[in-house]
């Protein structure tokens, strides 16, 4: 599967929340920070609650996003980030999809690496016009180089495989996002 086809599988899915990613797209932050920002901004349109992360994910991430959504009964999820910590991006996705929300790129704006894989938690998953969700294979940097983990690509694949993203996305999807 290429890169297109796997985008054109995620752009084909029913998109009724317009509205929404617009809501969305005004409260989120600006980039540029180094470790992410995660915030609530009351609720959208819709009534839903709306919170954002923005920047690198780290693993002290994880409880940010718990404290933060610790109170929320259903949330949009808004991700701005070029990634982070694997595991903060992993058990952050795994968090949005056992609490039954949703996640958004917003319009423009781009989520990658362990953003990519957070953002693949949620129950319905959003993107806006021009937004970027970009994978790559589990990696470890060793003597300044990065190097390909088989173990951290297992982690990935359960984690797609956990999330039942088979039923909604094409079955190469778990294999795409960890090459």
Not at 43 to 65: C, H, M, Q, T, Y
Not at 66 to 94: C, P
Not at 135 to 149: C, L, N, P, R, V
Request: glycine share 10%; net charge negative; with cysteine.
């Amino acid at each position: 599967m290429t890169m297109d086809g796997f985008s054109k599988a995620l752009h084909s899915q029913e998109w009724t929340v317009r509205a929404l990613i617009m809501t969305c797209a005004i409260a989120a932050c600006s980039t540029g920070v180094s470790a992410a920002e995660i915030r609530y901004h009351g609720e959208n349109i819709k009534g839903s609650p709306v919170v954002s992360i923005v920047g690198e994910l780290e693993r002290a991430d994880i409880e940010r996003f718990a404290d933060v959504t610790r109170n929320l009964e259903d949330a949009v999820v808004l991700f701005e980030s070029d990634g982070g910590d694997l595991e903060a991006g992993l058990e952050i996705g795994t968090r949005i999809r056992l609490r039954g929300f949703s996640s958004v790129v917003a319009n423009g704006k781009q989520c990658q690496s362990a953003c990519a894989l957070a953002w693949l938690g949620g129950v319905t998953r959003h993107l806006g016009d021009g937004a970027v969700v970009s994978f790559h294979a589990a990696y470890i940097m060793k003597d300044s180089i990065a190097q390909e983990t088989g173990a951290g690509n297992a982690l990935v694949g359960a984690y797609a495989a956990n999330l039942g993203l088979r039923r909604d996305l094409p079955p190469e999807a778990p294999s795409f996002i960890t090459r």
